[in-house]
């Protein structure tokens, strides 16, 4: 069956620390993926997407993915952590045709 | 560019009540529209989805229904609400037209019901 999976629930990192957010995806062909970002209260924000292509991805915000193949991962990077990136992560699957699949979201503290 | 809007942003129902949710898309034509729902704590669930006007798939069963009455507007809708219905909605489109579907999602609407 398709899935995605979101490992970390929470993860705290200190301000200026780098990030990593894992996905890992159980699809029969090469997906199409995207990270969306949602504040409190807020709906989500594209921050990018991968196709097709050059498999490490820039995205707004400072965001960078890399698709790995051989891992089913996408995983989320940032080099130097905001405290304004606090917020809830989520990696998304989909196929042409299909309406995306989500993970259950990764909660992201940023700490002084 | 195109914009999404929802309203309410928050709503305050008893149980039993009835329900309507507004989702209206801007500067696009014929878009995939989609409803989501989200629980504390958990993930996103989507509810129901619409490829143009009148058609309307159901991903989960439940005492929701949708309806799209014009291009761009896309309506949640409860005879009865139940108190599991409290939440976070939130309201998405795509364009689909031979790849894949980037989704762009509304502000949400936050219901609680008593």
């Known amino acids: 069956a398709q899935s995605v999976t979101q490992p970390d629930i929470h993860i705290t990192v200190s301000e200026g620390a780098s990030l990593e957010l894992r996905c890992n995806y159980s699809?029969?062909?090469?997906?199409?993926l995207f990270w969306y970002v949602q504040s409190p209260g807020q709906g989500l924000q594209l921050l990018l997407k991968?196709?097709?292509?050059?498999?490490l991805v820039q995205g707004i915000k400072g965001f960078e993915a890399e698709f790995k193949r051989s891992q089913s991962s996408f995983n989320l990077r940032k080099p130097s952590v905001h405290w304004s990136d606090a917020a809830e992560y989520f990696c998304?699957?989909?196929?042409?045709?299909?309406?995306?699949?989500f993970g259950k979201g990764t909660s992201l503290l940023v700490t002084p | 560019s195109q914009t999404i809007h929802q309203w309410p942003a928050t709503l305050v129902q008893p149980v039993g009540s009835p329900l309507s949710l507004e989702c209206t898309v801007e500067?696009?034509?014929?878009?995939?529209l989609y409803w989501y729902r989200q629980a504390a704590g958990r993930g996103l669930q989507l509810l129901f989805y619409?490829?143009?006007?009148?058609?309307i798939s159901s991903e989960v069963p439940q005492n929701l229904s949708a309806s799209r009455p014009q291009d761009r507007q896309f309506i949640l809708s409860s005879k009865k609400l139940l108190l599991s219905d409290s939440g976070f909605y939130l309201c998405?489109?795509?364009?689909?037209?031979?790849?894949?579907?980037?989704?762009?999602f509304g502000p949400g609407t936050r219901l609680l019901v008593l």
């Open positions: 500067g696009t034509s014929n878009p995939n």
């Open positions: 991968y196709f097709s292509g050059d498999t």
């Open positions: 998304a699957v989909g196929e042409v045709g299909y309406a995306l699949n």
């Open positions: 699809y029969g062909a090469t997906p199409y």
């Open positions: 998405a489109w795509s364009l689909a037209r031979g790849g894949a579907e980037t989704q762009y």
């Open positions: 619409s490829v143009g006007i009148g058609q």
